[in-house]
């Protein structure tokens, strides 16, 4: 309508940028990995996609962890979350390995920012151990173990979502 203000997206809304270079994401998923070995073992590694394969692949590498198994959540359109869509729930193999609850499998996920899709994976696996890369503070008390804390109005950005691109220097106006 004209007039109104338009919407800002969770990503306009963040203010601060926190680029993370596949070199860093492999390096933190390494050191998650080392926490993680504490913990273990573990039967299986339950990736959230679409962003918890990467760390997932590079966890189950590290600890030597042969089965993968997939949660499809839908939420995040771009930058903007709205209601969360399983397209994908755990399957029969993965849940009989973990005994119904979800003991001795590892779920991982790139992160947590307002917990809403962590909530729902536990709700789902309430004995699982939950490992993500990097955590935001509301959604922090779901995670039992993480790399990197960022404020929750930092938004994160990925290596597979973002390009090397050219940036004006500061005196030209870069902010
Ligand atoms: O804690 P929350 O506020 O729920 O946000 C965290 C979730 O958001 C992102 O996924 P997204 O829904 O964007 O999908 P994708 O992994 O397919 O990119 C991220 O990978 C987490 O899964
Ligand atoms: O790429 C992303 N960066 C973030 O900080 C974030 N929070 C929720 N979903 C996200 N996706
Ligand atoms: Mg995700």
């Keep these: ?35 993680l070995n504490e913990v273990g073992p573990f039967h299986a590694v339950i990736a959230i996609t679409r962003g918890g394969l990467v760390p997932a692949a590079i966890v189950a590498r590290e600890l030597g962890v042969r089965v ?43 992160l947590v920012d307002t917990g809403k899709t962590g909530r729902l994976v536990r709700e789902m696996l309430p004995d699982a151990h939950f490992a993500t890369v990097y955590a935001k503070p509301m959604g922090r008390p779901l995670v039992d173990t993480f790399i990197t804390e960022v404020s929750q109005d930092t938004w994160i950005f990925f290596p597979w979502d973002t390009a ?12």
């Design 1 to 35: 309508m004209a007039g109104e203000a338009p919407e800002l997206s969770a990503q306009e809304r963040a203010g601060k940028a926190f680029p993370v270079s596949w070199d860093q994401f492999h390096r933190d998923c390494r050191a998650l990995t080392w926490r």
């Design 68 to 110: 993968i198994d997939t949660v499809c959540i839908a939420s995040y359109d771009h930058n903007k979350q709205g209601e969360l869509q399983v397209l994908k729930g755990i399957s029969e193999a993965a849940m009989k390995l973990g005994g119904g609850t979800g003991k001795g499998l590892l779920i991982v996920d790139d």
């Design 164 to 175: 090397l691109s050219f940036q004006p220097p500061l005196r030209d106006g870069a902010a």
